[in-house]
């Protein structure tokens, strides 16, 4: 038997520590959460990305009864394809809302968001930063690989 191990290198940090662009993009990854539509969850997500021209882009989840809605990764990265093809992404911010005020703890993306994000970094050749945003800390991923060392797609 062979044993492997896994470790990924998160940076904690406080928001005083981010760079005024990092500022900007966990600012507008909480906005983002204002345009949530969680009624079934209760728990409203925010992303936002910076494409490396510069634009900033916003998501935010959408449910709906079937629960067959959108998380607000998808939702910012899939705006991004769609409105800017063949223009990378950089940095992404994520942060979430519920019960009257953001999390203590950064939250991490669900499996679905990890692998659409991961395509993302794989079709663009270079890593994008990751910044998950709680109350208490911030954690910063130097790759969305980093999310999903074990990935469907072959690197």
Do not use: W
């Not at 005024?20 to 990854?29: I, P, Q």
Request: some cysteine; hydrophobic content about 45%.
């Amino acid at each position: 038997m062979v044993e492997k191990k896994i470790t990924t290198k998160i940076q904690v940090l406080a928001y005083t520590e981010l760079n005024e662009t990092e500022k900007k993009l966990v600012d507008l990854a909480k906005e983002a959460t204002k345009g949530s539509y969680a009624p079934y969850s209760n728990f409203h997500v925010g992303a936002a990305i910076l494409l490396e021209n510069g634009v900033m882009i916003k998501g935010a989840n959408q449910e709906n009864a079937a629960f067959a809605g959108i998380c607000g990764e998808r939702s910012a990265f899939y705006n991004a394809g769609a409105n800017y093809p063949g223009v990378d992404i950089t940095l992404v911010a994520i942060t979430a809302f519920t019960n009257g005020d953001f999390v203590d703890d950064p939250c991490s993306p669900c499996g679905m968001c990890r692998q659409a994000m991961l395509e993302f970094e794989k079709n663009a050749k270079q890593p994008i930063q990751v910044l998950l945003v709680g109350k208490k800390a911030i954690y910063k991923l130097n790759s969305v690989a980093d999310l999903l060392p074990l990935s469907f797609v072959d690197f």
